[in-house]
């Protein structure tokens, strides 16, 4: 089973980012909690786009994996344990902190991949459930803000698990 990901990189994001920006953030989460029934054990791959200014504020992908497992494992959602294996479910985090005249442009989005068939037959894997956001964070205010994202995001797919497990 073969898998590809793209990550646009954000560049010259000073002069596509406005003023406005800087305070609103967005936010999207989907598709249907469905997808969530039954989940089994999930892995975490992290994927962060090369930044040493905010690796030297802390931000770098064992701060981001520690944060997502601390946080499923609060969340009663089980981690997998061993080798990876590219057939089971694994949350995907994708984050790039672009630095920008007022601190970071911070792009991050999670997504569950799970098998599906196609009609085909073929196994695949799919995105079945996700969550992104986007903004603007101070500098100084860079770990935290990718932190409460973090937790945020993740705090509602364990309430979306939960209400697709409830009998």
């Known amino acids: ?27 999207q989460v989907g598709p249907s909690q469905a997808a969530l029934r039954d989940l089994g054990a ?20 064992d701060y981001v994996r520690d944060t997502v497992e601390r946080r499923v494992d609060q969340l009663d959602l089980e981690l997998a344990q061993g080798e990876a294996t590219d057939d089971g479910p694994y949350l ?35 995105a079945t459930w996700h969550a992104e956001s986007f903004e603007v964070s101070t500098a100084e205010n860079l770990q935290d803000y990718v932190r409460n994202v973090l937790q945020a995001h993740l705090e509602t797919l364990g309430t979306d698990h939960r209400a697709a497990n409830e009998p």
Request: charged fraction near 20%.
């Open 92 to 126: 995907s985090i994708l984050l790039n902190p672009a630095r920008v005249t007022d601190g970071f442009a911070v792009d991050l989005s999670i997504r569950l991949f799970q098998p599906a068939t196609l009609a085909n037959g073929e196994t695949v894997m799919a």
């Open 1 to 27: 089973m073969r898998r590809r990901m793209a990550m646009v990189a954000m560049t010259g994001m000073a002069g596509v980012v406005g003023a406005s920006l800087a305070t609103a953030a967005t936010a």
């Open 42 to 61: 999930v892995r975490v791959e992290i994927e962060m786009a090369r930044n040493p200014g905010a690796a030297r504020r802390g931000v770098d992908p």
